[in-house]
Structures are given as C-alpha cells and as structure tokens.
C-alpha cells in the first residue's frame, strides 16, 4: 500500500461545478498537509497548506483534514476553466522533511 | 525575473555519463530541495538541504549527490547516468510554513 494514494482521474466537470479532490493516507504521523496546482509543463504551486485538522478556507478554495479517517480533501468552488491542472497532495511529520506526494489527480474544467 | 531558475531545462545524456542539475533562487530561503517526478508515482524527495552546511538524503537518494555551493545554489548530479533516472526533476525552495517555490522542472532522458 502506498503511504499517499490520490485517484489519478482524469476528472472532467462542467464550468461552475464544485469540485472534490480527496487523498487517503495511512501513515498516521503526518501533521503537516499541502496541496498543490500543477499546469502543464510547469512546477507545481503551493495552493493550501494546513497543521493538523480542520478546514481552511482561501477564496474558492477549501481544504479540510480529518485525521482520525487519515483523509484530506479540497474543494473549489465555482470551478473555472483556468481551474484545470495536476492537483497533488503531499504530508510530512515535521514540515520541510520529507514530504510525501501523491500521484495528482488531473482536473479538466469545461467552458 | 523567476524566483526559482533550473539550469538545463532539457537534457539529453547516455548511460554512464555524469551530468549536473543546477538551481538558483532570488528569494533568500535556506531550505532548497530536489525532487523527481515520475507519471504515477508523483513527487519524491531526492535530497534537502536547510543551509549550506546541511544536507539530507530524501527518500530516493541513491545514484544521486548534491551540492550547496551557497544559500542560492544547490546542484544535483548523477554521477553515472542510468536509463531509470529517465525523469522530471524539480528544484524547490522554502522559508516558512506558508511559502514555498518550484522550479520549472529539467526534463531528462537518458539513453
């Protein structure tokens, strides 16, 4: 089992859509969750970054952490065309070590 | 100007050749890291650093050494290229918990 698993899509929505991005992780050490945009072509972009549970909000985007179901998500609310990209996960024990990513999931937002 | 450069950005090298991954960053962050990112399989930590006299193997480090020649600059070589080191390598660097920069990505293909 890998440590980090995030369903690879492709996820293809209408424009406005909410949008639900999820990983599933096992190692119950992690504290520190991100969550990352990648365009093609490009390197990635920190998007969200959140300490232990709970949820945060910035904008049209939402993470949430559940750490007793070892579970992040992120929401995107009124989804936009621009909106399509990799979304990655990533978590690590004591933040700037060793993050470990999941495999993106890849997002298409339809006009 | 960007604030993370990577130097090629495109590679072409044969097996057992050494090559060097260069990376700069404008932002004055101490932590510098170096990442591979394969399809499915997502980002994995090759090495980081946290200042110029630190340096730590990630989770990939074998086949790989770096170098932090100043807090700007941190190099990844392949000492003798392989054809699984076929790969997408990104430079990144961080300050704090909220900040954190990628590099546009070196593709490189060994033969």
């Known amino acids: 089992q890998k440590e980090v698993e995030q369903d690879p899509g492709p996820l293809s929505v209408p424009e406005g859509a909410i949008v639900s991005l999820n990983c599933t992780y096992s190692n119950s050490a992690f504290q520190y969750f991100m969550w990352y945009r990648q365009y093609s072509r490009k390197g990635p972009e920190l998007l969200m970054y959140t300490y232990s549970s709970g949820n945060k909000e910035d904008g049209r985007f939402t993470a949430q952490v559940d750490k007793s179901s070892k579970y992040i998500s992120l929401f995107i609310r009124d989804s936009q065309p621009s909106d399509s990209a990799t979304y990655l996960c990533?978590?690590?024990?004591?933040?700037?070590?060793?993050?470990?990513f999941g495999p993106g999931t890849r997002l298409s937002v339809l006009p | 100007d960007a604030d993370v450069t990577q130097t090629p950005r495109n590679r072409i090298t044969k097996t057992g050749k050494r090559i060097m991954l260069e990376c700069s960053q404008t932002?004055?962050?101490?932590?510098m890291y170096w990442y591979r990112q394969d399809p499915g399989l997502g980002l994995r930590l090759i090495y980081y650093?946290?200042?110029?006299?630190?340096?730590n193997k990630g989770e990939i480090s074998d086949g790989y050494s770096v170098s932090r020649q100043a807090q700007a600059k941190f190099s990844l070589s392949l000492e003798s290229a392989i054809p699984n080191q076929t790969a997408l390598y990104f430079c990144?660097?961080?300050?704090?918990?909220?900040?954190?920069?990628f590099g546009p990505g070196t593709r490189l293909l060994v033969l």
């Open positions: 932002k004055g962050h101490d932590r």
């Open positions: 650093s946290f200042d110029v006299k630190d340096i």
């Open positions: 990533a978590m690590s024990r004591n933040y700037g070590q060793n993050f470990v």
């Open positions: 990144a660097t961080d300050g704090s918990q909220e900040t954190q920069y």
